[in-house]
């Protein structure tokens, strides 16, 4: 687009109608030694918007939006190759590391997602499907070492956000991606298959052949319209007082969603997605739901449940989920995302009382939620592979179609 002052104005106005904080990382995102003044200026961005919001949009971060796509085509690839061959890289129990069909997980322990995940779990590339689909394996392997070198900086950002020495948190996150064993950090490529409500079998995810996979982005413009949204209104309408929470059964599109509501498990998740939409979230303390909207090229890092342990709630874990899109001719596309799981290693114990006190937690306003944490941190405290695999039993449990 041409760059013109209106061009400018128009941009900023879009950019203005974010619900989530917008943070430019001045492309030092993923260096292995970050300018040391732009992770001082985002950690104090940090402190505005995960306390607020628990989540922000980080641009200029390092990772190139053509990068996000070509791992979407080596997923679409893959979800393409015949079961039999898919087969042999299936996720198993005890090793996170592999391919998920649809139908698998349940967030809520009832409804099925309807996506298929490749989780990365570890750098070392022997578990990659590389000889059915060749670069698959160095292009992934590039790209999670992108996200790991990204996720370092905004350990590092979080802990001056929180007046903490800034290897605080790096040095309780040593071993990401080294394997599971170690450490349960994961980069999950994700598909949604095309939503199609009136050719009878198409929606048997079971099968999961993935059609429209060549719509990565069919859109480059930020979209932060102020929509209305339909589900909230229909909570409205219902009267019955349920705080906005819906069940799945009155969402729009009968029970299917795409990723039930839930929140992540681990420090933080950063979370690249295609133009189709979808995502929505609660903001910290309120019970309606939001959507996200998109800016291209754009990653979220949203907190996870054991930065909200860490902070006392002062960064609250994020709940969100992904919706069908009401309109048939959006949801009859596949819809990708990245997810990129950070976790602490396996080992660490996971305690409200961990941090360093200081004076902007002593005087925060959360001081009535953090005795409350407190108190449950005082009940049994956890470390990270416990509490994780807590979370995937109940992930996986109730499930019928494996
Ligand atoms: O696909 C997305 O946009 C979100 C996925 C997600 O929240 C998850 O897998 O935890
Ligand atoms: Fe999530």
Same mark, same amino acid.
């Given at each position: ?5 209106? =061009? ?22 993923? *260096? ?38 070509? &791992? #979407? ?9 015949? &079961? ?34 490749? =989780?990365?779990?570890?750098?070392? &590339? ?17 790209? &999670? =070492? ?14 001056? +956000? ?5 290897? /605080? /948190?790096? *040095? ?13 950090? %994961? ?9 199609? !409500? ?21 859109? !480059? ?36 969603? $795409? ?8 420090? /933080? ?5 295609? +133009? ?12 309606? #739901? ?14 996870? *449940? ?53 004076? %902007? ?8 939620? $953090?005795?409350?944490? /407190?108190?449950?941190?005082? *009940? ?23």
């Amino acid at each position: 687009m041409l760059k013109t002052k209106s =061009n400018d104005d128009k941009l900023d106005t879009l950019l203005s109608r974010s619900l989530v904080p917008i943070i430019d990382l001045a492309h030092c995102g993923t *260096e292995e030694v970050p300018v040391r003044s732009v992770v001082n200026r985002v950690g104090l961005q940090f402190r505005k918007a995960l306390s607020e919001k628990g989540m922000a949009l980080l641009v200029n971060h390092g990772i190139s939006d053509e990068k996000l796509k070509t &791992a #979407w085509d080596h997923l679409d690839d893959f979800v393409n190759l015949s &079961a039999d061959v898919k087969q042999h890289y299936i996720r198993t129990d005890g090793d996170n590391h592999g391919y998920v069909s649809p139908g698998i997980e349940r967030f809520d322990g009832k409804t099925p997602e309807l996506r298929h995940a490749f =989780n990365i779990c570890t750098l070392n &590339a022997k578990n990659l499907p590389e000889e059915p689909l060749p670069g698959f394996a160095d292009h992934i392997s590039t790209l &999670a =070492n992108d996200f790991k070198a990204l996720a370092s900086f905004i350990l590092q950002a979080i802990a001056i +956000s929180l007046d903490i020495p800034h290897t /605080f /948190f790096l *040095e309780k996150h040593s071993h990401m991606l080294s394997g599971d064993h170690d450490n349960m950090t %994961t980069l999950r490529m994700l598909y949604y298959p095309p939503v199609v !409500d009136d050719e009878p079998g198409q929606n048997d995810f079971v099968k999961g052949r993935c059609q429209y996979s060549y719509q990565r982005c069919v859109s !480059d413009m930020p979209d932060f319209r102020p929509e209305q949204n339909a589900r909230d209104e229909y909570s409205e309408l219902d009267g019955k007082g349920n705080d906005g929470e819906l069940s799945e059964h009155k969402l729009a599109n009968g029970a299917i969603i $795409r990723c039930g509501a839930h929140v992540d498990y681990g420090t /933080f998740t950063l979370l690249a997605q295609d +133009s189709e939409g979808g995502l929505e979230v609660k903001l910290p303390g309120s019970e309606k #739901w939001h959507r996200v909207g998109h800016l291209p090229g754009a990653i979220l890092v949203n907190c996870g *449940e054991i930065l909200s342990i860490w902070t006392q709630e002062r960064y609250p874990a994020l709940q969100h989920r992904v919706v069908v899109p009401e309109q048939e001719h959006i949801r009859a596309r596949g819809r990708h995302s990245i997810a990129f799981f950070c976790h602490p290693d396996n080992i660490t114990m996971i305690s409200p009382n961990d941090l360093p006190q200081n004076d %902007t937690a002593q005087n925060s306003t959360c001081l009535k939620q $953090r005795k409350k944490s /407190f108190k449950v941190a005082k *009940e049994k405290v956890y470390n990270a592979y416990q509490i994780i695999q807590k979370k995937f039993r109940d992930t996986y449990s109730n499930n019928n179609n494996q």
